[in-house]
T-cell receptor
Framework: QQPVQSPQAVILREGEDAVINCSSS?????VHWYRQKHGEAPVFLMI?????EQKGHEKISASFNEKKQQSSLYLTASQLSYSGTYFC?????????????FGKGTLLTVNP | DAGVTQSPTHLIKTRGQQVTLRCSPK?????VSWYQQALGQGPQFIFQ???????QRGNFPDRFSGHQFPNYSSELNVNALLLGDSALYLC?????????????FGDGTRLSIL
């Protein structure tokens, strides 16, 4: 089951903040966040695990609500370089599950 | 430190043909996953290879097959190509063991079916 991301698109001015949400109908083991610029490979940003452990980017923060199967990515004081499409990928609970399922993405545009 | 490399960059095929895409993982990584990304969509998991075996498969038909070599590089083969197979095919590598390892993506192979 594909996670649902919101909003689908957001336009900011440099310095503004944004929140991107990701929700799943399945029990999750972890949530992975990636950013993809047009014509480029997705770049890893953050992993959030059950139990609260996080791995990732210093300047980007995120939260993971295990009970609601939801995650949010917080982009503060946005820079032009933050522009791109943000994807959340989810790993469902279950010891032998390695299938990372991505949402449809959120297009973030940061203008000067 | 070499990242994930994929070849070729672009490929044009006709319906019914077969194609092989190649991937070399990031140095030190031993697990390779393949994804299909249609325009405007997120990557879709095709399968993952670890220790030269397919560890898990997504919802793709048997026309999609793969292989992992002892040096951890991998191939994706697609037979009997359909117009709907046109997409960006991404390879991602990671460290084995736990499931909480980040995946590092290559730049992809753009496959066009005529």
């Amino acid at each position: 089951q594909q996670p649902v991301q919101s909003p689908q698109a957001v336009i900011l001015r440099e310095g503004e903040d944004a929140v991107i949400n990701c929700s799943s109908s399945k029990a999750l083991y972890s949530v992975h966040w990636y950013r993809q610029k047009h014509g480029e490979a997705p770049v890893f940003l953050m992993i959030l695990l059950k139990g609260g452990e996080q791995k990732g980017h210093e300047k980007i923060s995120a939260s993971f609500n295990e009970k609601k199967q939801q995650s949010s990515l917080y982009l503060t004081a946005s820079q032009l370089s933050y522009s791109g499409t943000y994807f959340c990928g989810t790993l469902n609970s279950g010891g032998s599950n390695y299938k990372l399922t991505f949402g449809k993405g959120t297009l973030l545009t940061v203008n000067p | 430190d070499a990242g994930v490399t994929q070849s070729p960059t672009h490929l044009i095929k006709t319906r019914g043909q077969q194609v092989t895409l190649r991937c070399s993982p990031k140095s030190g990584h031993d697990t390779v996953s393949w994804y299909q990304q249609a325009l405007g969509q997120g990557p879709q998991f095709i399968f993952q290879y670890y220790e030269e075996e397919e560890r898990q498969r997504g919802n793709f038909p048997d026309r999609f097959s793969g292989h992992q070599f002892p040096n951890y590089s991998s191939e994706l083969n697609v037979n009997a190509l359909l117009l709907g197979d046109s997409a960006l095919y991404l390879c991602a590598s990671s460290l084995s063991g736990t499931r909480n390892q980040p995946q590092h993506f290559g730049d992809g192979t753009r496959l066009s079916i005529l």
